[in-house]
Structures are given as structure tokens and as C-alpha cells.
């Protein structure tokens, strides 16, 4: 056995105590004449080693096991979108181009439940809507008929937590699935696929080439025709808020003979079957709508080739066009100075003037990705759904979310940093970054929350295996330099006061264990003993990792160092998670590439800061692909044999342009052994997935059976943010 095996919690709880040097060089001795250690094995410097750990041998001789347990986990802002598909009426021009509020006549086509958007009309010349709902725990496909109570489900590919922008011509659907995994690490998992509707059709197709990326397809009124916004069979270049990717378009009948009509843009729109629109960012920094033309025999670009439409000084995305041409509108999402909602306004292609339409019905909410009826009549978006307004009116605090694992239940938090209970019972939670309440409780089941703590500064949550009433977090601003006064803090309450008859606890403290003056402190990780914390300190002016006892904290006992450093180097080192066992610490670092702060990956070390080594998940050592990866907020299984953690290796899996903020829109959760191995993708949306702590198969049981009635949850709905990085101020 090798040194760098595992310890057990009670030698993990020996850190600090002395070492009788003589003792454990005879005891190296045996083990190396035994056989169970080689040569050129450390031993641990500070940590005692009174037994072989025999119920934990090495990963490698381990047979393979399928993780198991309760993933809980945040997506940023999806929870309070509250979407419904909606449509206007388009109203004829008017001398003033402002139409009637009265005469756009609203109509709601989904059902208030969950989150429903990019939405089509089916080409039936009904008010039937095909939409993307997250209903089901994952982005899936939908029908919504008039006068239907409940949307039937549309051919979708199986297994697939990813769907989008559903489009139905002459009786197929084609849309956006991210089943098929890629042969390499950092190409998105988007293509289009399509299926027949009814009969003995359903059989799921793959319209995009093998190793090509397409997103947002647009179909031509009479189905023949394919537009995608495209990355081609190029490697995802870390682009997540303006895609570099180009307008391919092909015959439906024969997809592997593409033209690239425009060498940057996204979103596509057909007008008529000679011409697409669609935007991209112009030289002069506003996003504007772009025209081409196309030969009907080649499906190239004619004429003098691409050209803006709408003009500079505003932002417009998202184009919609009559799918039968003819018209003289088009439809496009539209930022203005003057105005902080995402609003649909009417461009005239004859007079080159807008006219709003949105703005007169709900002039305080967002309206996203307009697309026309067939005949051009009515015009539709998603948005908010409105206070009052029948459906899912609350944000639940907890939500099942589609496992591709079997042997995993995943629930999707409302709130940041979970961490269970010492006998995952419970679940504490940060809220926002920059709210209160600063620390709540929720029973595991998501049936009721408690506010432990109002103080809207504290992040990050480790819960005490063995003190039921303790929590741990990080006292001060988040996102801040090394220097920052940040704190790591015991939060202290009283459980038997979470009753169903309160919802808040009465007397929580909350005590400072780092000094003031030390920097930023924060993400600190509990020993399974519950007698130790590992944080990440900025103190030295670089991020590494310490140790300080959780009761004491910086406090000195007997002139002893109360502070022991774990890691040292001019880089950073964060986010630590020690493992149920005792035996490592997992943490992020990128002192792989010091001067690169947008490279983490996942490093292992013992308590005692022995046997140090990186985890190479996307690539082996010294390859391309290891040294992209963004990894972060790593913690481990249950039973301390594998890794869940949040990465960059999937790419970008829509528009982010076309949605509401995402911070790392290709942020998604996966799992893989100690050593690398076995790498297995939990999340595929176009969210930010993170901040996971995985729990045994016990917590979270029951949450299922409130989908029966209404959830526990929490107002308002209806509050997020366009993306921040989409400004005015060109």
C-alpha cells in the first residue's frame, strides 16, 4: 500500500499532534519490506499514521462502481423566470407606426407550468405553438393546441436533457438536441435533429454532420430549406457572450451540402425562400440585423452579399421574418438607451422605421425571440407570465431536475453553496450574493425553510459533521482581491427550532474565526471529525490554502501556531472540499499556468500537505485539452470515491444573447473518479449549473411528490437580469 493511500477520519483528526520519527521510520520499514509501499514514497510530515486504511484500498484496484447518492445544486436564475409563450396581433401600418394596445389582443398559448419559451407556430395554420418547457426536469419539446388543457409531448431524442427551438414543417420537427456526445473536450454537444410527427414516424434523425455544432435552425415556410447559426467543425473558442459562429444554410433533403451565406452571425430567419435574416454584432459595436439574398439554385449569397437592415444607436436581436415572405415587417428584440426592458418592436423594411409593440402592453417586462405566424397575422415571444397570473406563481426551494444517472437523484436549489446536514435531513443555503437573508436552513425535502442568519454579506456554506447546530460560511464581499477583508465565520444555532411553526430561528451568533486584518478568508471546508476547517486565505497576497481549528480559530493556545498553511505559491489555490473519509482535500487551483486566471483544474492533497497531484480530467498531462480546463467548485461522493465538480468542457449550448443573464453560460456539473476516470456529465442546458454538494440517497426523498400539489417556495417570481455585458454605452 502506498503512503498516499487513504487515512481514516481518526487519523485525520491527528493533525497538528507530534510525531515519534523513530517510530514511523520502523514502521516504513515493515511496510516497505511488506511490500506495501515502494521506493520514493513521503511520508506525511505532521499527520500520525497509526493504521493501514483496509476498507479504503486504492482507486486503482477498486472494481467500477456508478456514483451514487442526491446531487443539490443552483442554476443561476432559471428557477425565477417564469416564462409563457404569448402572441399579438399584427396590426396593419398606421400613419404614426404606434398601433392600438387595444388591437394587439394578447393571447397566452402555454400553461403557466414551469418555464416555457422558444416557441414557433406550427405551420397548420392553427394557433398551435411548438415550445421548449423545462416541465419535465430538462429542456423538452411540447405542442400547445388551442382549446387543449395540457400540451402533448412532441418526438424529442431519448435521453437528451437538452432541447431547442422546435420548428414543425410539413409534418416533421426539427430542433436542437445535445444527446450525442463529441470525440473531444470542448466542443458543445448542440446539432439539429429532426423526426416525424404521427404514424410510424418519431425516429429521431441527426441533421447536422458528425463533428459540426449547429444552433438556433430556422426552416423555410415549405421545408426545404435549413439555415443554422453554425461553429462549423471548429473547436469552441471560449466565446460565451458573442458566438463567433456563421450562417450555413442546406437543402432539408440533403444536409451534408452546406453554404456558409455570412462568415459571422446567429439566429437566422427565413423570409420567404430566397432571403434570411440575421444578427450579429455590427463594426460599430451595436448588435443590428443583417439581410442576404440567395441564388435558389446554388444557395449562394447574390447580389453585392450581406447587409445591415436596422441602424446603429440601439441594439437589435433575435429576428423574426413571415416564413411566406411578402410582408413589409420584420420582427426584433430591441435594448434602447432610454430603456431597461428587452422589448418586440416592428421594423418596417420599406420606410426603415420601428413601431413598439410590447412596450404598450407590458412596458416593466422583458419579451424575448419574436417568431411570425405562417401567415404572417400574429406574432409571438415569451415572457414573464405576471403576478396574479394563472400557473406556477412561486420559485420552489427545491426542484427535481433529470438525472442521467440513474443511481443519482439531482435537485436543483433555490439559493447558493448547499451543504447537508450531518444526517442530510437539512440543507443550508446562502441567498443572493447581495441580499438578505444571509443563511437559511431547508428541510431536505424542500417543504419548508427557515432564515438562520439576516446578514446579507455572508457565502458559502459547510455544514458540521458533528456539531448538528453549527455552520460554517464566509463573512464579507465575494469576487474580491486577496487583500479584501473577508472572514471565516461559525454560525451557531439552536436546531430544535426548526418547527413547523417558525421561519426564522431566534438566537443565531455569528462569530468571526479569522482576523480582520488577515484578507480575504473565505470557502472553508470541515474535517469529517468536525475538529478542522481548510479555507482559501489571501493573506501573503496570493490565494493558498490553511488550517485553523473550528472551535478556536485564530486564537492561540499555549503559543502554539493557531493558523498551519496548507499550500503556498504565487498562484491560486481555492475552493477546498475535504473528503467524508478524511483521508484528501480536493481544491481548485491554476498553478498549473500562474498568469492565467481563466485555467482551474482539480488538485488532490492530504491533510497534512503530503502526496500532492493534479486530476486530469479533460486531457492527459502535458495534452492541449488538460491545460483549458475550467474547473471549479469540486467536492466529493459520500463515499469519497469521486469528484463532482462544475467545468467549461462542454461548451456554449445556445445564443446566450437570446436569454436572460448567465454569468458562465457554459457552466455544467460532472463527475469522475480520483483518478481521472470514468467522466460522466450531470448537466447539458444553456444555465449556469454550480455550487453542488452531493449527499447520500436518503436526502432529498419526498421532493418528487410535491410536483402532486403546489410547492413550498418563495415571491417574487419574474426577477432576473439581461446580461449584464449587453450595454448601451457603445
Known amino acids: ?56 484500498p486504492p482507486v486503482a484496484s477498486q472494481a467500477p462502481m456508478e456514483p451514487t447518492g442526491t446531487i443539490v445544486f443552483a442554476s443561476f436564475g432559471v428557477s425565477r423566470f417564469g416564462f409563457d409563450v404569448f402572441s399579438v396581433a399584427v396590426p396593419p401600418a398606421a400613419p404614426d407606426d404606434v398601433p392600438d394596445a387595444k388591437m394587439l389582443d394578447e393571447r397566452r398559448h402555454t400553461d ?53 427551438r422546435p420548428t414543425v414543417r410539413g409534418g416533421r420537427v426539427y430542433f436542437v438536441s445535445a444527446h450525442e456526445k463529441p470525440d473531444r473536450p470542448f466542443r458543445s454537444w448542440a446539432a439539429v435533429h429532426a423526426a416525424g410527427l404521427g404514424g410510424e414516424g418519431g425516429a429521431v434523425e441527426r441533421v447536422t454532420p458528425r463533428g459540426v455544432v449547429d444552433m438556433s435552425p430556422a426552416v423555410s415556410a415549405s ?167 394563472t400557473g406556477d406563481s412561486v420559485v420552489p426551494y427545491l426542484q427535481p431536475v433529470r438525472s442521467p444517472v440513474r443511481s443519482i437523484r439531482m435537485l436543483r436549489v433555490n439559493g447558493t453553496f448547499p451543504s447537508f446536514s450531518p444526517d442530510a435531513s437539512h440543507i443550508a443555503v446562502n441567498g443572493d450574493f447581495f441580499a438578505t437573508p444571509g443563511v437559511m436552513v431547508l428541510r431536505s425535502d424542500g417543504t419548508r425553510r427557515w432564515t438562520i442568519s439576516k446578514e446579507p454579506s455572508l457565502f458559502f456554506t459547510t455544514w458540521s459533521p458533528t456539531e448538528r447546530g453549527v455552520v460554517f460560511t464566509s463573512a464579507g464581499p ?93 498562484w491560486i489555490d481555492t475552493m477546498p472540499s475535504w473528503s467524508p473519509d478524511g483521508s484528501l482535500i480536493a481544491f481548485s487551483s491554476n498553478r498549473h499556468d500562474p498568469a492565467n486566471p481563466a485555467v482551474f483544474s482539480i488538485y488532490l492533497v492530504r491533510p497534512d500537505g503530503s502526496r500532492l497531484r493534479r486530476v486530469y480530467v479533460a486531457g492527459p498531462e502535458g495534452s492541449a485539452e488538460a491545460d483549458k480546463e475550467r474547473i471549479n467548485h469540486v467536492c466529493f461522493s459520500p463515499d469519497s470515491r469521486w469528484l463532482l465538480f462544475t467545468a467549461n468542457l462542454g461548451g456554449v449550448m445556445a445564443e446566450p444573447v437570446s436569454g436572460p443573464n448567465q454569468f458562465q453560460p457554459y457552466g455544467d456539473l460532472y463527475v469522475c473518479r480520483l483518478d481521472g476516470s470514468g467522466l460522466q456529465r450531470l448537466t447539458c442546458n444553456a444555465y449556469e449549473n454550480g455550487t453542488p454538494a452531493w449527499g447520500p440517497s436518503s436526502a432529498g426523498l419526498g421532493v418528487e411528490a410535491m410536483s402532486l400539489g403546489a410547492p413550498a417556495g418563495e415571491d417574487p417570481m419574474g426577477q432576473f437580469d439581461e446580461p449584464l455585458w449587453l450595454t448601451c454605452d457603445v
Not at 477520519?9 to 517510530?23: H, N, P, Q, R
Not at 430538462?138 to 388551442?146: D, K, Q
Request: glycine share 10%; charged share 25%.
Open 1 to 56: 500500500m502506498d503512503l498516499g493511500a487513504r487515512m481514516t477520519s481518526a487519523e485525520t483528526c491527528k493533525l497538528g499532534a507530534s510525531v515519534d520519527g523513530a517510530k514511523l521510520r520502523v514502521q516504513i520499514l515493515k511496510w516497505f519490506h511488506q511490500g506495501r509501499i515502494s521506493r520514493g514514497s513521503r511520508a506525511p510530515s505532521v499527520v500520525s499514521i497509526t493504521q493501514t486504511n483496509k476498507e479504503h
Open 112 to 164: 403557466g407550468v414551469s418555464v416555457n419559451f422558444n416557441a414557433q407556430f406550427a405551420d397548420d395554420a392553427s394557433d398551435a405553438v411548438a415550445f421548449v418547457s423545462e416541465r419535465t426536469g430538462a429542456a423538452s419539446l411540447f405542442l400547445s393546441r388551442p382549446g387543449s388543457e395540457r400540451p402533448e409531448p412532441l418526438p424529442a431524442a431519448e435521453g437528451s436533457l437538452f432541447h431547442d
Open 223 to 389: 421545408g426545404e430549406l435549413v439555415a443554422v447559426a453554425s461553429y462549423g467543425d471548429r473547436p469552441w473558442a471560449f466565446d460565451f457572450r458573442v458566438l463567433e459562429t456563421e450562417i450555413a444554410v442546406f437543402r432539408a433533403a440533403d444536409p451534408a451540402r452546406r453554404v456558409v451565406v455570412a462568415g459571422r452571425g446567429g439566429w437566422p430567419t427565413w423570409h420567404g425562400e430566397r432571403t434570411l435574416f440575421f444578427h450579429r454584432v455590427a463594426d460599430d459595436g451595436w448588435w443590428s440585423v443583417f439581410r442576404v439574398d440567395l441564388s435558389p439554385d446554388t444557395l449562394e449569397p447574390t447580389g453585392d452579399g450581406e447587409r445591415r437592415v436596422t441602424p446603429p444607436g440601439l441594439h437589435c436581436f433575435t429576428p423574426a421574418a413571415a416564413g411566406r415572405g411578402g410582408g413589409r415587417w420584420i420582427a426584433v428584440a430591441t435594448r434602447r438607451k432610454d430603456r431597461a426592458q428587452r422589448h418586440i418592436e416592428l421594423f418596417d423594411l420599406e420606410t426603415e422605421r420601428f413601431s413598439p409593440l410590447t412596450e404598450l402592453l407590458n412596458p416593466d417586462l422583458h419579451h424575448y425571440n419574436p417568431f411570425f405566424s405562417p401567415s404572417g397575422g400574429r406574432l409571438g415571444y415569451h415572457r414573464f407570465r405576471g403576478a396574479g397570473a
Open 478 to 570: 465575494i469576487f474580491e482581491t486577496p487583500k479584501a477583508t473577508v472572514r471565516i465565520a461559525r454560525v451557531e444555532f439552536d436546531p430544535s427550532e426548526l418547527t413547523d411553526d417558525r421561519k426564522e430561528v431566534s438566537a443565531a451568533t455569528v462569530r468571526a474565526l479569522t482576523r480582520p486584518e488577515a484578507g480575504n478568508d473565505a470557502f472553508p471546508a470541515v474535517s469529517p471529525c468536525g475538529r478542522w476547517l481548510v479555507f482559501r486565505s489571501g493573506r501573503t497576497g496570493h490565494k493558498n490554502l490553511y488550517v485553523i481549528d473550528t472551535a478556536r480559530g485564530e486564537e492561540e493556545e499555549g503559543g502554539g501556531a493557531a493558523v498551519r498553511r496548507l499550500t503556498e505559491g504565487e
